[in-house]
């Protein structure tokens, strides 16, 4: 899955940040953990093949927050 699949159009961001750090489109796969969890693993699409295994990262489900609760 691709994040720029979700229907939304990509949201553009004025930042300075930006203009110093690399961006990149980002791939996710999420998956059940046991029976009373998930875990959200994100890497960039264009990740070559000697970077696969360590050009990701992962958090559980207890690690995300709602939206409306960060605005």
């Known amino acids: 899955m691709s994040s720029a699949d979700e229907g939304d159009p990509p949201v553009a961001v004025d930042s300075p940040a930006l203009d110093r750090w690399p961006t990149y489109t980002l791939e ?20 070559d093949e000697e970077r696969e295994l360590t050009a990701w990262i992962t958090a559980e489900d207890d690690a995300f927050v709602p939206i409306d609760e960060i605005q």
Do not use: F, H, L, R
């Not at 996710?28 to 990740?47: F, H, L, W």
């Open 28 to 47: 996710y796969t999420i998956e059940a953990i046991g029976s009373d969890g998930k875990q959200c693993t994100m890497y960039p699409s264009n990740v």
